[in-house]
C-alpha cells in the first residue's frame, strides 16, 4: 500500500468515525441533541437563523470539559494512555473579565450564603491571586478540555489544584458526568479493559480502576474476578449489541467505554441519518 492510499484510508476512518461518533458517546450526542423539527439547512441567511430556534443555531458539542488536580497526570493519561493529540494549551487566565464570565454565579451564592467565595471552592482570578490553565485534547469524534485552577505561585501544569477533589463520587450523584469512549468493532474488549488497567497502573495512576460485572465487595476480588467480567454485554431491546464497562480515570472521575454492535448501532445510525435527512429539507 502506498503512502497516498495509507492517507486517504485514514482520511476516510477519520470520516467515518466522526459520522458515527457523533450519536455514539452514550447517547450523549444524540440526548443533547436539539429536536430535527428545530434544524435548519445552511443555506439560512444570518438573520433567518438568528429568528430560528435555539437548536437551529447550534453545529453540535464542542467539547467537554473536566477540571482535574494534577494537569500532567490527567494530560498523560489522555494523550499517551488513550491516544488523545494536544490541540493547544493556554494558561495563567485571571483578571475580572476571567472571574465574572466563569464564576458569577458562585459569587451570587456565597454572597446570598454571606460566606466567602473561597469557602465553597470559588477562586480569586479577579485579583490573580489563582490562576487558571486550559488544555484541548483532540480525538477522532470529540474534544476533550483539561482545566486545572491553580496557587499563583503553583508552575502551570502544577501537581497541587487550588480545591480540594471531591472523592468517592458516585455516577448517581445528580449532576455527576462521565466521559464515554467509543471502542473500535474488532476489539476484544475484556483484553482492552485489562491492558488499559495495566499500563494505569505501570505509569502508577492508581485510581484507573475498572468495574465487574460480577459481584466484588474488596479490592482483591476486583482484581481477582475472571477477565470475561470486563465487558457487560446487553441482549435487551433496544439496547441489544451495546457492550460497556464503568471506569474511574486518574482523577477520580467516571468514564465509561464501550462498543455499539448491530443492531443498536443500527438504531443510532439510522436515527442520524433520519435526523439529517430532516436538516437539509
Request: charged residues 25%; hydrophobic residues 40%; negative net charge.
Amino acid at each position: 500500500m502506498t503512502d497516498e492510499t495509507c492517507n486517504i484510508a485514514e482520511i476516510e476512518r477519520r470520516n467515518l468515525l466522526r459520522t458515527a461518533g457523533a450519536a455514539m458517546i452514550t447517547g450523549l450526542a444524540v440526548a443533547s441533541m436539539p429536536s430535527a423539527a428545530s434544524a435548519a439547512p445552511d443555506s439560512m441567511s444570518p438573520a433567518e437563523r438568528n429568528e430560528a430556534p435555539l437548536g437551529a443555531r447550534l453545529q453540535g458539542v464542542q467539547h467537554f470539559g473536566l477540571t482535574v488536580q494534577n494537569m500532567e497526570r490527567a494530560y498523560e493519561f489522555y494523550t499517551e494512555v488513550l491516544g488523545g493529540t494536544e490541540v493547544f494549551r493556554h494558561g495563567d487566565f485571571q483578571g475580572d473579565g476571567v472571574q465574572n464570565t466563569l464564576l458569577a454565579d458562585q459569587e451570587i451564592e456565597a454572597n446570598a450564603r454571606g460566606v466567602n467565595p473561597r469557602t465553597i471552592g470559588v477562586p480569586d482570578l479577579r485579583s490573580g491571586a489563582q490562576r487558571l490553565d486550559v488544555r484541548f485534547i483532540q480525538f477522532d469524534n470529540m474534544v476533550l478540555e483539561l482545566l486545572q485552577y491553580r496557587e499563583a505561585d503553583q508552575p502551570m501544569g502544577s501537581t497541587k489544584s487550588f480545591a480540594e477533589p471531591l472523592e468517592h463520587m458516585s455516577p448517581a450523584f445528580p449532576r455527576m458526568m462521565h466521559i464515554c469512549f467509543y471502542v473500535r468493532d474488532d476489539v476484544d474488549f475484556n483484553k482492552f479493559i485489562a491492558d488499559l488497567e495495566a499500563e494505569s497502573a505501570r505509569r502508577g495512576m492508581t485510581q484507573v480502576r475498572a468495574n465487574r460485572t460480577i459481584r466484588v465487595m474488596t479490592e482483591a476480588d476486583r482484581k481477582a474476578a475472571p477477565r470475561s467480567a470486563n465487558t457487560n454485554r446487553v441482549t435487551a431491546e433496544p439496547s441489544n449489541g451495546w457492550e460497556l464497562i464503568y471506569c474511574k480515570g486518574p482523577e477520580g472521575e467516571q468514564l465509561e467505554f464501550v462498543k455499539a454492535l448491530d443492531p443498536v448501532k443500527k438504531r443510532f445510525s439510522e436515527a442520524l441519518a433520519k435526523r439529517q435527512q430532516k436538516v437539509v429539507r
